[in-house]
């Protein structure tokens, strides 16, 4: 058994993300482990941009309220005990509400091989947001 070191909150880089976001980084396994588990909170609207995971993403909230869509797909409002799963390879976003602040636990895996866990894209347009009422 190891306690792991608890690390520094991370501001969320502009390239990935618009408004406000910081994320804790829970775990970060190394070889043959390849789990990653990240603590993230978004303040009101800020969202990350488009992305993709080579092995999927499962989200979920665990306080406030957010929102997730896939690429062609509806706007889904996110609660907490709320649990969200993007297969791989399918485009998605995901932060908080207008009106809310949003937490959620991001799990994802890496791929066991040089390529990049994630692909970012571009931001998510004010547009694309369109907040259903939540």
Same mark, same amino acid.
């Given at each position: ?81 709320? /649990?969200?799963? /993007? ?30 866990? /994630? ?16």
């Amino acid at each position: 058994m190891e306690k792991l070191p608890k690390r520094p909150s991370t501001k969320g880089p502009e390239e990935m993300f618009t408004g406000d976001v910081w994320f804790d980084v829970i775990y970060a396994g190394q070889e043959p482990s390849r789990m990653r588990a990240n603590t993230v909170r978004f303040a009101p609207r800020a969202r990350t941009a488009w992305h993709t995971h080579a092995v999927g993403q499962t989200l979920h909230v665990m306080d406030g309220i957010g929102l997730v869509q896939s690429r062609g797909g509806e706007v889904v409002v996110m609660r907490p005990g709320d /649990t969200v799963h /993007t297969p791989p390879g399918e485009w998605h976003w995901h932060g908080a509400a207008p009106a809310h602040f949003m937490v959620h636990i991001a799990l994802w895996e890496g791929r066991g091989d040089e390529g990049p866990e /994630t692909q970012w894209g571009e931001h998510v347009t004010d547009d694309e947001y369109h907040c259903p009422r939540a």
